[in-house]
T-cell receptor, first 114, second 115 residues
Framework: EDKVVQSPLSLVVHEGDTVTLNCSYE??????LLWYKQEKKAPTFLFMLTSSGIEKKSGRLSSILDKKELFSILNITATQTGDSAVYLCAVEAGYGGATNKLIFGTGTLLAVQP | NAGVTQTPKFRILKIGQSMTLQCAQD?????MYWYRQDPGMGLKLIYYSVGAGITDKGEVPNGYNVSRSTTEDFPLRLELAAPSQTSVYFC??????????????FGPGTRLLVL
């Protein structure tokens, strides 16, 4: 059965700290791995990773994928209170049909205290 | 573009009632999806559609039905609401199923409470 596991489940840090969120997966027909930030409503897209070892970066956020070890990390440096959210990892898997599907992890709840 | 819109935003149902969650997108996307998100959990795929007239089951389809008569609309129907269907429902759409940098665009969600 395909699965995506995120750790830790929750994390409390202070502003300015650096955090690393983990996502491991067991998926057949892997296509890509995506990170989303979910505040109070719908998830918003952060990164899409398809190749091992190539870091994607956006401001203070960065992410990298290891397809050999089947995991990805999301780093946030110099955290701010606005980074408080649930971070979702999803793996896109191909099932041979007309569409791929996203398999989501349960998310990591990050709380950044002032 | 409005993107992906969902109505209603919030609804309370009694056990056994039925309702339709509406979803529409104005981006001319072929692919549309319905997810549910239970508290503290990730999203689980209920149904998806690859184009008008074509739908298929996802991970958790029991208790739901969908239709796709137009490219724009993808309603989700609950026939006999049960407390286990209390959840937040997200509709999403995408242009193609696999394009580098492509992603699914999510609607704002419908919060459903079944009592």
């Amino acid at each position: 059965e395909d699965k995506v596991v995120q750790s830790p489940l929750s994390l409390v840090v202070h502003e300015g700290d650096t955090v690393t969120l983990n996502c491991s997966y067991e998926v057949t027909n892997f296509r890509s791995l995506l990170w989303y930030k979910q505040e109070k409503k719908a998830p918003t897209f952060l990164f899409m990773l398809t190749s091992s070892g190539i870091e994607k970066k956006s401001g203070r956020l960065s992410s990298i994928l290891d397809k050999k070890e089947l995991f990805s990390i999301l780093n946030i440096t110099a955290t701010q209170t606005g980074d408080s959210a649930v971070y979702l990892c999803a793996v896109e898997a191909g099932y041979g049909g007309a569409t791929n599907k996203l398999i989501f992890g349960t998310g990591t709840l990050l709380a950044v205290q002032p | 573009n409005a993107g992906v819109t969902q109505t209603p935003k919030f609804r309370i149902l009694k056990i056994g009632q039925s309702m339709t969650l509406q979803c529409a997108q104005d981006m001319n996307h072929n692919y549309m999806y319905w997810y549910r998100q239970d508290p503290g959990m990730g999203l689980k795929l209920i149904y998806y559609s690859v184009g008008a007239g074509i739908t298929d089951k996802g991970e958790v389809p029991n208790g739901y039905n969908v239709s796709r008569s137009t490219t724009e609309d993808f309603p989700l129907r609950l026939e006999l609401a049960a407390p286990s269907q209390t959840s937040v429902y997200f509709c999403a759409s995408s242009l193609k199923y696999r394009v580098s940098g492509e992603t699914q665009y999510f609607g704002p969600g419908t919060r459903l409470l079944v009592l």
